[in-house]
Every structure is written in C-alpha cells, then in structure tokens.
C-alpha cells in the first residue's frame, strides 16, 4: 500500500471515529460538524471531477449544489404542507422519502450541469471560470426574487426526510447516510480516474488537441464529467438542506462556489479523499479559529497562498510526501 | 493512376494580405509517399492544418476516402481515418508513453465512454497499444511519462499514435524535425514500411529523408504549387532550382 492510500484509510477511519467519539463523551455538536465534513467533502469530491480530472475550473458548482438542495426543501415543503407540486396534466406530490429526493435532486442538478457546461465549454481558461460564475449567479438571484419558495428569506424543512429503517432525526444515524454516500462517491471517482473514460478525461486535461487528433471529442468527454460532477454536487446539496433543515439563497451563492473550490484545493486536487480532507480542515478551523478571532479566514487565505505556490498536491500531497501532482 | 484516397482542390487560405494557400491542387494515392516541400513560410503547415481541419479553408475542397470532408472537424476527420502528427509533438506529457497510445486504441474501437472498468487491466487494450510502440522500438519505454521522452522518442511516440489509429492516410508534419543523424536513419526505415499500410502526406526539410523516401514530390512556394513530379523530374526541374534547391543541388538546400 502506497502512502497516499494509507493516509486515505486513515482519513476515512477518523472522520468515522470523530461522531462515535463525540456521541460517547456527550458532544452531539461533533456528529453534526462530521456529518458537515462528509456533506462538503461529497461535494467537493464531484467539483474534484471537474476540477482535478478535468481541469475544468468552474465556479459554479454552487449552482447545481443549491439545486440539490432546492429540490430536497421544495419536495419536502409540499409534503408536509400537504400541497400537491402540480396538479395537472396529472397529480404530482412532494415527498419526505430521501430514496425519490436524491435521483430528482441528481437528476434537476445533471440537466443544469448539461446546459451550463454546453454553454461554458465553449470557452477556456479565466473565460470559463466567469462564465460558469455568471450562470450561478443567475440562478442565485433568480432564488432571491422567486418569492413562492422563500425568496431571499429561503425555506425552512420542519422535519428532516426520512430513509428507509433509519431514524434519520438521530444524528448519528444522519451521518452514516452522509457518510457511505462520501465514500461511495469516492469509490466511483476512483473507478472512473482509472477507466477508459477517466484516461480520456486525462488527455482532454492535459492536451485537447491531442485528443482530438485520435478522433476522441474533447467537448463531449468534458461535458460528461461536467454532468457528473454536478450530479454529486446537487445530492451533496440535498443532503445539506436536510442536515439543516432550511434552505436558503446562500447556498447559491457564488460564496459557496468558492468553498467548494477551497476545499479541494486545500485537499489536493485529484486526490481521492482530497476534498474531504479539504472540508475537515475547512470546518476545524472554522471551529478552533472562528472562535478565536472572526478574522480566521485571513489565516485561512495565507494557508492557501501557501499551499498553492509551494505543494499544489495540497495537504494529502504534503502528507504523502509528494509535493508535486500525481 | 488508381483513384486518390486524398484530394485537394484549389485549396485556398488567407491570412489578412497574406495568401498562405494558392488554389493548392493535390492528391495522394494507396501505397506512396508524397512529400510536400518548399522555404520556411510556404504554407506548407497550412496544408496540412486545413487537410487535418485545424483550419478552415476559405474556398476549395477535400475529398477523403470518397468523400467531402471540407466542412467536418478534426474529431470527425481523425474518426473517418486520416492520422496526423505535429510539427511541433503534441503529446498528453503526464501519461505514459503506453497510455498515450491506449487513447488512440481506444478511439478506433469506440470504446471511449466505458466508466467503471479500468483500463489498465483491459489487457486487448494494453497489447494492441504496445504493438504500436513496439513498431517504433519505444516499447521499453513504454511506462515513461511521455513529458520525460527525448525529443526523438516523442517524434517517434506521435507516429506510434498515428499508426494506433489504422488510419486510410497519414499526415506527417516534419517527422525528422531535430532529430540527430542516427535517429534520422532510424525513422525514414519505418516510414518506408508505413506506406504500404497507408499512404503519406509528408511535409520535410531534411531533403535527404525527402529523397530517399517520397514517390512524388510537391514545391510550395508563397502558398503557391510550382512544381509537382518525381524526385528525378523535381530535382531536374529549373524553376524549382531557381526558388528553392539552390544551384548545387538538393544537398545545399533543408
């Protein structure tokens, strides 16, 4: 076993331990900032697809993770208010089940993904990067000012959703959901860096013209891994709407976007468990620092300067003794 | 004279006032070489950039494998069988050697959207790419990320890609360009072999490789045919002596 592996295991091992621990000593303030790290950590492990393995820097994904949670709050809202979504041309209602949540969500988040990353992959470069910030935006404000769902105000879940034989309420319980769905996202990135799609996202990474030249679409294998990514962002942000209980506007936001990209920077990019190394180390010292000072993220922001100009490979790569990109 | 599998027609490109390409008329048939010459500038690049579809011709046609390919992209033009190599190697440089070719491979069999199985246990994969680089003897470095190769081992590595493809034509723009004497005499042997499997577009400087292997010799100048025979006709033909060869003969000239 390699040492990035070794340092995985042990990353996966501890975000599983740190809820136990702290069910056990009484803290149930550590279960829910777990289950945030595993929430945030599957988010940035789909931008890590576009991102990492893709290169394609979006500052979007905000968007499709708003989305995710926009479904889950508008399903739920309309069950629990009884109120039908539509009634015509046939009768459709909400749901508190997370199993039909999650594919809507995936699926409401994958068809924005699709059209944003038609649109913005016709660009590069910083080009992308505002285009796909340009987009968020509009979904952003079109939030704000769509006022059936709590326009700026956002939308309050009275009850979490439920999962087949799970009490969802019970934190620890929220959690394992939270956290198999992060380690199967994982497992599916790690499959997917290695496939025959994987080595052609590689080479539309490193060398689109290359690519092209031996007949393989750039445009169609990025917009594929666009897709994807944002299908794991929007039910990260299904999940977040339930570990909440309310969705706002501000998930929307290009705020977020930023946090996203954060974390997997501060993981690493193309690491596997980079994002949610990224997110843990996010949420610690949002949590040791923040009540030190609120000026934390000045820290925050000199980390990250430093990680970028002297271990791209970013924390995993530091721990792995590797500075440099796999 | 068999039907050409590549042809141009008046091909023409500017570029603002300058005419990179001048009703450029040519044609390639099975089993040749035909080498594309002329002075740095000639637009003998812009040939094969607009054949390729990296460029967009202004007017004119090309017509590949029977068909008008002027109006497809380089994705579709590569898929219908028409290989090309870069004046300048264009290569993924964080990949293997290997996987670099397995990109290939894997395009020719249409097996680009496969998501869960990984490819280095795809062993057909892995055989038929190594078959390539073994052609190009780069099969002991085959698990050398590309970006580390010698400048002749890239050479070599985009010709392996291109025969990855089981391409109708081959479009090779400056194959020998820095390379040593050595490596030189290596690649015009496999060249030579290669035309049997499909002919080639060759665009050179070095004029001996040019006249060892081409069976027809095309000379550009200012975007311009001027000349187009055998190297016996090319290398007797004044009016190419005059613009290009230089008065001693071919050895004065690349």
């Known amino acids: 076993m390699n040492r990035e592996a070794a340092i995985s295991l042990l990353i996966a091992a501890g975000l599983l331990a740190a809820p136990l621990l702290g069910n056990a000593f009484d803290e149930p303030f550590v279960i829910t900032l777990a289950t945030k790290v595993a929430i945030l950590g599957l988010a940035g492990t ?34 629990l208010n009884y109120e039908p979504l539509f009634t015509a041309p046939l009768l459709v209602e909400g749901t508190t089940q997370m199993l039909i949540i999650w594919p809507v969500a995936i699926v409401v988040s994958g068809v924005a993904a699709l059209v944003i990353g038609a649109l913005s992959l016709r660009t590069t ?11 968020a935006q509009m979904v952003y404000y079109f939030a704000i000012s769509w006022p059936a769902y709590g326009g700026e105000d956002g939308l309050s879940i009275y009850i979490r959703s439920e999962f087949p034989g799970l009490n969802t309420l019970n934190p620890l319980h929220f959690f394992a959901i939270c956290y198999v769905l992060l380690i199967l996202a994982i497992g599916f990135s790690f499959l997917l860096s290695q496939s025959r799609f994987g080595l052609a996202l590689g080479g539309a990474r490193q060398n689109a013209q290359r690519l092209a030249t031996v007949g393989i679409s750039p445009f169609r294998v990025k917009l594929t891994a666009f897709v994807i990514s944002g299908m794991m962002a929007g039910l990260a942000g299904a999940l977040y709407a339930d570990l909440n209980r309310f969705v706002s506007p501000s998930m929307l936001s290009w705020h977020t976007s930023g946090e996203i990209m954060v ?51 970013g924390v995993i790569g530091i721990l792995a003794g590797q500075t440099r990109h796999a | 004279m068999p039907e050409p599998i590549l042809q141009t027609e008046k091909l023409s490109k500017r570029f603002g006032a300058v005419v990179a390409s001048d009703a450029v008329t040519l044609d390639l048939v099975a089993g040749e070489i035909h080498a594309l010459i002329g002075p740095n500038g000639a637009g003998k ?49 964080e990949f293997s050697a290997l996987q670099n070719v397995m990109l290939a491979v894997q395009s020719v069999e249409r097996k680009t959207f496969r998501f869960l199985k990984p490819a280095r ?64 005499a290596k690649l015009i042997e496999i060249l030579d072999g290669l035309r049997t499997e499909a002919p ?17 010799i095309s000379v550009i100048v200012y975007g311009r045919i001027i000349a187009s025979g055998t ?21 004065g000239a690349a």
């Open chain 1, 46 to 79: 789909g931008l890590n697809i576009a991102l990492g393995y893709g290169g394609m820097v979006s500052l979007g994904h905000a968007a499709f993770f708003g989305l995710g949670g926009y479904v889950a709050g508008i399903l739920a809202s309309h069950a």
């Open chain 1, 125 to 135: 470069g910083v080009f992308f990067i505002m285009i796909t910030l340009a987009f």
């Open chain 1, 263 to 313: 974390f997997v920077i501060l993981g690493g990019t193309r690491r596997l468990f980079g994002p949610a190394a990224g997110a843990a180390l996010y949420i610690v010292l949002e949590n040791t620092l923040g009540d030190v000072s609120e000026h934390w993220l000045l820290l925050l922001g000199a980390l990250l300067v430093a990680l970028v100009l002297f271990a791209r490979g």
């Open chain 2, 45 to 93: 690049s812009t040939v094969i950039k607009q054949v390729a579809g990296e460029i967009r011709q202004d007017s004119g046609s090309i017509r590949f494998a029977g068909r008008d390919i002027g109006r497809l992209d380089m994705v579709a033009r590569a898929r219908l069988g028409l290989a090309r190599t870069f004046q300048v190697s264009s290569i993924a440089p």
């Open chain 2, 121 to 184: 246990s795809d062993t057909s994969l892995k055989e038929q790419a190594m078959s390539h680089l073994v052609r190009l003897l780069l099969d002991d470095r085959a698990e050398i990320r590309a970006g580390d190769l010698s400048h002749g081992e890239k050479r070599a590595l985009e010709i392996a890609i291109a025969l990855a493809l089981r391409p109708k034509a081959f479009l090779l723009d400056e194959p020998m360009a820095g390379m040593g004497p050595e490596n030189t």
């Open chain 2, 200 to 216: 080639i577009l060759l665009v050179e400087h070095d004029m001996d490789a040019v006249f060892a292997l081409a069976d027809r």
């Open chain 2, 231 to 251: 190297p016996e006709q090319i290398r007797a033909n004044e009016e190419v002596r005059r613009a290009y060869l230089g008065d001693e003969g071919h050895d």
